[in-house]
Structures are given as structure tokens and as C-alpha cells.
């Protein structure tokens, strides 16, 4: 009695290939599930404390302001921070130079930083606002402003500008979410 062979036996070069087409086929889409999956890393930040928004003290705009990074994708995102702003509807309060931030993947990260006004001063007008607002009790937005670059970058290929609403004296409790944008330079999407 004849032995049936498989088909592995019959046609072993076919059937490497077609074993080896389906090995490449599943790394191919792990690959691009991965790439599809990648965004850039959620960020918040809360000022936790501030002060010499008082004129009468004397002291200069001092804010603590805590950055919260979470990163969900499968590789370590690492930036080169420009600095940080804190300002107030649009006039600049306070500086910080930030150094590198890196976030491991899958991970969250707090950067705590001090911004400060040295030699920023603030308008009369402005002192009178907030002041008023403090008396009134009202809530009082700021804006954290930050401008990022990736380094090493798999995906991204443009700095980041980072702006985050966050309320003075810490309330809301919970941080706000910032928006992303990404800083394109006119004329660098056009086709040559």
C-alpha cells in the first residue's frame, strides 16, 4: 500500500514559503497595529502654589506648577523642552527652564518646576484685575505654556507647542489636560 504524503512533504520549498509568507504577514501587522496605536504622551499640569501676585509685598510672581506626563505607548517618548511660560490672558507671568523629560513607556511621570518673573515685570492693570478677582474669591486661569521637541523621535517630526488652562490656588483639584499642538513650518507640507 501506497503511504500518502503531506503536502510539507510533497512541495517542502512551497510550503517553507507559504509558513515564512505568514511570519512575515503577522510581524508586518504587529508593526503597523503598534505605529497606528502611537500618539503622543497626555499631559496635565496643576499650579499647586504661587506667589507675589500681591503688589504690596513686594516679592515677584513665583508659581509651582506640577507637570503630569502619562505615556501609553509601548516606547519611551524623550523631549528637549524650549522652557515653560506661565501666563495670565495672555501676558506673560513668570519662566522656567526645563531640562530633558523623558517618560517610560507605559508609565506615568510628575515634573514639578518653579516659574518666576525675573525681569518680566507685570502691568499695573493686570495687578488690579487679579486683585480684584482674589477679593471677589473667583477662579482665576492660567496658562502653562510649553514648547517641546521629541528627541530620537520614531514618529513625530515636528516640535510640539504644550498649553494647559490650570487654576490658580490649585482648584480644580484634578490637573487639566492640555492641548498639543504641532508647530509646522509654513511651506514645509507643500510638495517641491
Same mark, same amino acid.
Given at each position: /500500500?501506497e503511504?500518502?504524503?503531506?503536502? @510539507?512533504? #510533497?512541495?517542502?520549498?512551497? @510550503?517553507?514559503?507559504?509558513?515564512?509568507?505568514?511570519?512575515?504577514? @503577522?510581524?508586518? /501587522?504587529?508593526?503597523?497595529?503598534?505605529?497606528?496605536?502611537?500618539?503622543?504622551?497626555?499631559?496635565?499640569?496643576?499650579? #499647586? #502654589?504661587?506667589?507675589? &501676585?500681591?503688589?504690596?509685598?513686594?516679592? %515677584?510672581?513665583?508659581?509651582?506648577?506640577?507637570?503630569?506626563?502619562?505615556?501609553?505607548?509601548?516606547?519611551?517618548?524623550?523631549?528637549?523642552?524650549?522652557?515653560?511660560?506661565?501666563?495670565?490672558?495672555?501676558?506673560?507671568?513668570?519662566?522656567?527652564?526645563?531640562?530633558?523629560?523623558?517618560?517610560?513607556?507605559? #508609565?506615568?511621570?510628575?515634573?514639578?518646576?518653579?516659574?518666576?518673573?525675573?525681569? &518680566?515685570? /507685570?502691568?499695573?492693570? &493686570?495687578?488690579?484685575?487679579? !486683585?480684584?478677582?482674589?477679593?471677589?474669591?473667583e477662579?482665576? %486661569?492660567?496658562?502653562?505654556? &510649553?514648547?517641546?521637541?521629541?528627541?530620537?523621535?520614531v514618529?513625530?517630526?515636528? %516640535?510640539?507647542?504644550l498649553?494647559?488652562? @490650570?487654576?490658580? !490656588?490649585?482648584?480644580? !483639584?484634578?490637573?487639566?489636560?492640555?492641548?498639543?499642538?504641532?508647530?509646522?513650518?509654513?511651506?514645509? /507640507?507643500?510638495?517641491?
Amino acid at each position: /500500500m501506497e503511504e500518502r504524503k503531506t503536502f @510539507a512533504q #510533497s512541495h517542502p520549498v512551497l @510550503a517553507v514559503l507559504l509558513l515564512g509568507s505568514v511570519v512575515l504577514g @503577522a510581524i508586518l /501587522m504587529t508593526a503597523l497595529a503598534i505605529t497606528l496605536e502611537s500618539t503622543p504622551p497626555e499631559f496635565s499640569a496643576t499650579v #499647586s #502654589s504661587f506667589e507675589g &501676585l500681591d503688589r504690596r509685598t513686594g516679592a %515677584p510672581p513665583t508659581f509651582r506648577v506640577a507637570l503630569r506626563v502619562k505615556n501609553g505607548n509601548v516606547w519611551r517618548h524623550c523631549f528637549e523642552p524650549a522652557g515653560a511660560v506661565v501666563e495670565y490672558d495672555g501676558v506673560p507671568l513668570a519662566s522656567a527652564d526645563l531640562g530633558e523629560l523623558c517618560v517610560p513607556a507605559r #508609565s506615568v511621570v510628575d515634573v514639578p518646576f518653579v516659574a518666576t518673573s525675573e525681569g &518680566l515685570g /507685570m502691568p499695573d492693570q &493686570l495687578y488690579e484685575r487679579l !486683585d480684584g478677582l482674589h477679593r471677589r474669591q473667583e477662579r482665576v %486661569p492660567l496658562a502653562v505654556r &510649553l514648547t517641546l521637541e521629541e528627541k530620537d523621535a520614531v514618529t513625530q517630526v515636528w %516640535p510640539l507647542l504644550l498649553r494647559c488652562t @490650570a487654576m490658580l !490656588d490649585g482648584r480644580p !483639584d484634578l490637573p487639566s489636560r492640555c492641548l498639543l499642538f504641532f508647530l509646522v513650518e509654513p511651506g514645509s /507640507m507643500s510638495e517641491n
